[in-house]
Nanobody, 121 residues
Framework: QVQLVESGGGLVPPGGSLRLSCVASGSIFSINTMNWYRQTPGKERELVAFITRGGSTYVVDSVKGRFAISRDNAKNVAYLQMNSLKPEDTAVYYC???????????????WGRGTQVTVSS
Protein backbone atom coordinates (compact mmCIF):
# COMPACT_ATOMS: atom_id res chain seq x y z
CA GLN A 1 0.00 0.00 0.00
CA VAL A 2 1.09 3.55 -0.70
CA GLN A 3 0.23 6.70 1.24
CA LEU A 4 0.56 10.29 0.12
CA VAL A 5 0.47 13.02 2.72
CA GLU A 6 0.28 16.70 1.86
CA SER A 7 1.34 19.47 4.21
CA GLY A 8 2.15 23.16 4.20
CA GLY A 9 -1.28 24.64 3.63
CA GLY A 10 -2.74 27.43 5.68
CA LEU A 11 -4.09 30.97 5.72
CA VAL A 12 -2.01 33.57 3.92
CA PRO A 13 -2.75 37.17 2.83
CA PRO A 14 -2.86 38.10 -0.85
CA GLY A 15 0.65 38.38 -2.23
CA GLY A 16 1.99 35.88 0.26
CA SER A 17 3.75 32.57 -0.28
CA LEU A 18 3.35 28.97 0.77
CA ARG A 19 5.31 25.81 0.06
CA LEU A 20 3.33 22.61 -0.11
CA SER A 21 4.95 19.21 0.37
CA CYS A 22 3.73 15.78 -0.68
CA VAL A 23 5.46 12.80 0.90
CA ALA A 24 4.93 9.32 -0.51
CA SER A 25 5.53 6.28 1.68
CA GLY A 26 4.81 2.58 1.74
CA SER A 27 5.40 0.02 -0.96
CA ILE A 28 7.35 2.09 -3.49
CA PHE A 29 9.78 0.84 -6.12
CA SER A 30 9.69 4.00 -8.19
CA ILE A 31 7.47 7.02 -8.76
CA ASN A 32 6.79 8.36 -12.21
CA THR A 33 4.85 11.59 -12.58
CA MET A 34 3.85 13.55 -9.48
CA ASN A 35 1.00 16.02 -9.76
CA TRP A 36 -0.66 18.81 -7.83
CA TYR A 37 -4.39 19.39 -8.26
CA ARG A 38 -6.75 21.78 -6.54
CA GLN A 39 -10.47 21.85 -5.93
CA THR A 40 -12.99 24.38 -4.67
CA PRO A 41 -16.53 23.57 -3.53
CA GLY A 42 -18.87 22.84 -6.42
CA LYS A 43 -16.09 22.66 -8.97
CA GLU A 44 -14.17 19.81 -10.55
CA ARG A 45 -10.66 19.05 -9.40
CA GLU A 46 -8.21 20.79 -11.72
CA LEU A 47 -4.59 20.10 -12.55
CA VAL A 48 -2.20 22.76 -11.30
CA ALA A 49 1.20 21.29 -12.14
CA PHE A 50 3.08 18.07 -12.71
CA ILE A 51 6.66 16.89 -12.76
CA THR A 52 8.11 13.77 -14.35
CA ARG A 53 10.71 11.58 -12.73
CA GLY A 54 13.29 13.14 -14.99
CA GLY A 55 12.34 16.63 -13.86
CA SER A 56 10.29 17.92 -16.77
CA THR A 57 7.57 20.21 -15.48
CA TYR A 58 4.26 21.70 -16.51
CA VAL A 59 2.18 24.38 -14.78
CA VAL A 60 -1.19 25.67 -15.91
CA ASP A 61 -1.35 29.14 -17.40
CA SER A 62 -3.31 30.56 -14.46
CA VAL A 63 -0.38 30.02 -12.09
CA LYS A 64 2.54 30.26 -14.50
CA GLY A 65 5.23 32.57 -13.20
CA ARG A 66 3.85 32.30 -9.64
CA PHE A 67 3.93 28.57 -8.85
CA ALA A 68 6.80 26.13 -9.29
CA ILE A 69 6.86 22.36 -8.86
CA SER A 70 9.90 20.38 -7.84
CA ARG A 71 10.71 16.97 -6.38
CA ASP A 72 13.31 14.99 -4.50
CA ASN A 73 13.37 11.46 -5.92
CA ALA A 74 15.54 10.13 -3.11
CA LYS A 75 12.97 11.23 -0.52
CA ASN A 76 9.83 10.52 -2.60
CA VAL A 77 8.71 14.10 -2.07
CA ALA A 78 7.14 16.67 -4.37
CA TYR A 79 6.87 20.35 -3.61
CA LEU A 80 4.70 23.18 -4.85
CA GLN A 81 6.15 26.63 -4.23
CA MET A 82 3.35 29.16 -4.45
CA ASN A 83 4.22 32.86 -4.64
CA SER A 84 2.15 36.00 -5.21
CA LEU A 85 -0.93 34.16 -4.02
CA LYS A 86 -4.34 35.46 -4.98
CA PRO A 87 -7.75 34.90 -3.37
CA GLU A 88 -8.71 32.77 -6.39
CA ASP A 89 -5.93 30.33 -5.45
CA THR A 90 -7.98 29.37 -2.39
CA ALA A 91 -8.71 25.65 -2.63
CA VAL A 92 -7.89 22.25 -1.26
CA TYR A 93 -4.65 21.13 -2.89
CA TYR A 94 -4.18 17.45 -3.62
CA CYS A 95 -1.14 15.44 -4.60
CA UNK A 96 -1.29 12.52 -7.02
CA UNK A 97 1.55 10.16 -7.83
CA UNK A 98 2.00 7.30 -10.29
CA UNK A 99 3.71 4.55 -8.30
CA UNK A 100 5.34 1.29 -9.31
CA UNK A 101 5.31 -0.86 -6.17
CA UNK A 102 7.15 -3.91 -7.46
CA UNK A 103 9.49 -3.02 -10.32
CA UNK A 104 7.02 -4.30 -12.89
CA UNK A 105 6.80 -0.87 -14.61
CA UNK A 106 3.07 -0.99 -13.97
CA UNK A 107 2.09 2.30 -12.36
CA UNK A 108 -0.92 2.93 -10.14
CA UNK A 109 -2.22 6.41 -9.32
CA UNK A 110 -2.52 7.31 -5.64
CA TRP A 111 -4.02 10.44 -4.12
CA GLY A 112 -3.42 12.26 -0.88
CA ARG A 113 -6.21 13.67 1.28
CA GLY A 114 -5.40 17.27 0.52
CA THR A 115 -4.29 20.40 2.33
CA GLN A 116 -6.35 23.58 2.57
CA VAL A 117 -4.92 26.80 1.18
CA THR A 118 -6.82 29.98 1.98
CA VAL A 119 -5.74 33.33 0.58
CA SER A 120 -7.49 36.15 2.39
CA SER A 121 -6.78 39.40 4.17
Amino acid sequence: QVQLVESGGGLVPPGGSLRLSCVASGSIFSINTMNWYRQTPGKERELVAFITRGGSTYVVDSVKGRFAISRDNAKNVAYLQMNSLKPEDTAVYYCKAAVDSSGSTYYTDYWGRGTQVTVSS
